[in-house]
């Protein structure tokens, strides 16, 4: 969400954001309902003037002018009330089309219509090379028994998974990793369901467009959010923080759900998109200052580079174009894992920085040093998300015996072992 006037006194920015992101919004639709609802609104101020004056006459005037200026005053009372059905209908359609006003993307973002056009930033690491024919994924979990694909599609339908033995251990120890790495960071862990109530949906900006990717409760106002994100933003929704407060910073660990509408033939085998997945997530709250919020963008995207590092993925950053980074966003740069078998970088992260478009949905405000209620700025970064990340993992760590070698950083995460699959 942007500030009304902020869209007012910028219409043209505004428009050229909701053009370069492919954004459904006819913003003079929105401006028209805005213009109507200020006048709406200075009506009713001009009838509710002459009821209160003429409600001041009569206990002044004599006998014969009292019967008169009541039935003036039932009359005023009558026409303010017949305003209100307009005046609340006029108040949700704006509110609604408001929703929909994408963010202003920074001037660093390429503009282009999809992810095809997202810009390559850098490569880190060296992409593996083998003496032998790698397996992919599916293959050595099948060759250690690590999982059991067949049994649990039969329980749970496609894009599902169930690991076993060693790696369950693995899964665990990623995460555990990724957890340590940011809480030595200086981020407050948290743990948290992915139950949330719909309007949360609403405050990151999933919804209104994002409906048909969440899977809904029935019989209950419930739904099932696809990142930690979602409950983590609203955590604040309606307080009013102090400065020193800021910046709130969570490692938040949670399962993910998601429908995947849309995603029919992607992917479709193994472990890189199923419905429901854990994640630990990134989530940041810091003054209302483009520069701090830059600044953290880096930090969580260097977070999220010191994950990989330890890992020893090679990998690639790359910043969206305006086409590939959702409305909310002022920048976004997505970080991709080497597949050997895929022979391609696969998107394991996703930074972003979104100015104070998602505090003004959620209702999230601080007060500056000055005494001034502000909206802060939030950021997000994935720190890990498994079982993706299982993906460039085994695949890259594999050895001419079918193992797994364990990088050195997650050793102490099992037990000290140096190979998985002995
Ligand atoms: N269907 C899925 N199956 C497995 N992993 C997924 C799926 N969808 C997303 N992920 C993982 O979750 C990461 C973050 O997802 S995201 O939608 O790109 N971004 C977010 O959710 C942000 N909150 C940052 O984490 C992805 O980069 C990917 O690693």
């Known amino acids: 969400m942007l500030d009304l006037k902020f869209i007012r006194d910028n219409a043209d920015t505004v428009r050229h954001a909701i053009q370069v992101k492919g954004v459904p919004l006819d913003l003079d639709e929105l401006l028209r309902v805005d213009r109507e609802l200020v006048e709406l609104r200075a009506r009713l101020e001009t009838l509710q003037a002459e009821r209160n004056a003429n409600a001041k006459l009569v206990p002044k005037a004599g006998a014969d002018e009292r019967a008169a200026l009541i039935a003036r005053g039932k009359d005023l009372a009558e026409e303010i009330r017949a305003q209100e059905p307009a005046l609340r209908a006029h108040e949700d359609a ?65 894009r599902s998974y169930l690991l076993k033995g060693d790696a369950v251990r693995l899964e665990q120890a990623i995460i555990n990793y990724a957890l340590d790495t940011l809480a030595d960071a200086g981020f407050t862990l948290v743990s948290t369901t992915a139950l949330v109530r719909p309007d949360t949906l609403v405050g990151t900006g999933h919804f209104p467009g994002g409906e048909d990717q969440v899977y809904k409760i029935e019989g209950a106002d419930l ?81 999220a580079e010191t994950i990989l590092r330890g890992l020893e993925l090679p990998y690639r950053v790359l910043q969206n174009c305006t086409g590939d980074m959702g409305a909310g966003k002022v920048l976004m740069y997505d970080l991709e894992c080497w597949v050997p078998s895929e022979e391609k970088y696969r998107e394991t992260h996703s930074c972003s920085y979104l100015g104070d478009w998602q505090a003004r949905r959620t209702g999230i405000r601080y007060r500056d040093e000055a005494g001034r209620m502000q909206f802060p700025h939030t950021l997000n970064n994935t720190g890990i998300a498994s079982p993706r990340i299982l993906v460039p993992f085994l695949e890259v760590h594999q050895q001419a015996d079918g193992t797994v070698r364990v990088p050195a950083a997650l050793r102490p995460y099992l037990g000290g072992r140096e190979v998985l699959g002995a």
């Open 94 to 158: 704006l509110k609604q089309l408001l929703l929909r006003v994408p963010n202003i993307p920074h001037p660093s973002v390429p503009v282009g219509r999809d992810d095809s056009e997202n810009v390559e930033l850098r490569r880190e690491g060296t992409l593996p090379t083998f003496s032998f024919t790698p397996l992919d994924h599916v293959q050595l979990l099948e060759k250690h028994g690590w999982a059991d694909l067949e049994r649990v599609a039969r329980v749970s339908g496609s």
């Open 223 to 303: 739904m099932l959010a696809g990142t930690a994100e979602v409950p983590v933003n609203s955590l604040h929704a309606g307080e009013v923080l102090a400065e020193a407060d800021l910046p709130v910073t969570y490692a938040a660990i949670s399962a993910a759900f998601r429908s995947e509408a849309g995603s029919a033939g992607r992917d479709v085998r193994g472990l890189m998109r199923v419905h429901e997945f854990k994640k630990v997530e990134q989530y940041v709250i810091t003054r209302a200052d483009e520069a701090e919020g830059l600044a953290m963008f880096e930090r969580l995207l260097g977070n």
